[in-house]
């Protein structure tokens, strides 16, 4: 089960990383499937267009998290409430503003990915 999670081909270009929770995928996979984090809020489950405004093909590094909870790279990149998977370290891009304006009417603080605010 966990390696669904983990895209086949890991060419970069093919890739895409979740705007919300930088959580690297194929554009395949988040057609089918959504964002295993963040569907209930970006709702990109079969929208191609969907898909291409909530994630990226701009960011840097990846890293592999088996066990989120346990994983101090994993509380540094702020993924340590989400499912096991490939993340990307830095995404470069902001969500749409009306995912801004859900996560604000929900009371979440929203962060970009691109390592340039700080906690």
């Known amino acids: 089960m966990a390696s669904a999670l983990i895209p086949a081909q890991p060419k970069s270009k093919q890739l895409r990383a979740c705007l919300l929770c930088s959580i690297v995928q194929t554009p395949s996979d988040f057609?089918?499937?959504?964002?295993?984090?963040?569907?209930e809020i970006l709702q990109i489950r079969n929208?191609?267009?969907r898909v291409t405004s909530c994630t990226t093909t701009s960011f840097e590094g990846i890293i592999a998290v088996v066990?989120?909870?346990?994983?101090?790279?994993?509380k540094w990149q702020r993924t340590s409430k989400y499912v096991?998977?490939?993340?990307?370290?830095?995404?470069?891009g902001r969500?749409?503003?009306?995912v801004e304006a859900e996560l604000?009417?929900?009371g979440i603080?929203?962060?970009?990915?691109?390592?340039?605010?700080?906690?």
């Not at 066990?67 to 994993?74: K, M």
């Not at 096991?84 to 470069?92: D, E, P």
């Not at 603080?109 to 906690?119: C, F, L, S």
């Open 47 to 49: 929208s191609g267009e």
């Open 104 to 106: 604000e009417s929900r």
């Open 67 to 74: 066990d989120p909870e346990r994983s101090w790279v994993a």
């Open 109 to 119: 603080k929203y962060r970009t990915r691109d390592g340039m605010m700080q906690d």
């Open 84 to 92: 096991r998977g490939m993340y990307a370290t830095r995404v470069i």
């Open 95 to 98: 969500v749409p503003e009306e």
């Open 31 to 39: 057609r089918r499937n959504g964002c295993p984090n963040c569907e």
